[in-house]
C-alpha cells in the first residue's frame, strides 16, 4: 500500500493550493481515502474523506466552505482543494485509508480512516 501527497508550498493568507494523493499496491475504487493534517506540536486530525461512491465527509468545522475533496478512479488519485487559505491551515498533509471495503452506498466512517498512511507534504500559510 502506497499513498504519495504532492502539491505542497508557502502561499499567502486567502491563496489556494491543490494537494494530490496517489494511490498504488491496492484496488483504489473499493475503499475511503481521506486528508489529515498535522500542525508543529500537534496530533494528526483528520480533514476531509471521499467515499467509494464520491460522498463527501468533513471531520473539520473550520474548512467547510473553503476545502473540497474529489477523486479521479481513473488515476487512483485523490485531491484536496484548498481555497481562502489561513495561517493556522499551516500543516503537513497525508492522506489515509483502512483498506475496509464497504458497501458502495455506504459513506465515510464517523472516524476519518487512518490505518494506512502515506508521507506527506507541507502547506505553509503566512505573509
Known sequence: VQLQASGGGSVQPGGSLRL?????GFRFDDYA??????????DP???LCVARNYDITYYTESVKGRFTISRDNAKD????QMNALK?????VYYCATDLV????????PRA???????????????S
Not at 495561517?87 to 500543516?91: I, M, S, V, Y
Not at 471495503?101 to 465515510?108: A, I, K, S
Open 20 to 24: 494530490s494523493c496517489e494511490a498504488s
Open 33 to 42: 481515502i481521506a486528508w489529515f493534517r498535522q500542525a508543529p506540536g500537534k
Open 45 to 47: 486530525e483528520g480533514v
Open 77 to 80: 488519485t485523490v485531491y484536496l
Open 87 to 91: 495561517p493556522e491551515d499551516t500543516a
Open 101 to 108: 471495503r464497504r458497501v458502495l452506498t455506504t459513506p465515510c
Open 112 to 126: 476519518a480512516p487512518s490505518t494506512y498512511r502515506g508521507r506527506g507534504t507541507q502547506v505553509t500559510v503566512s
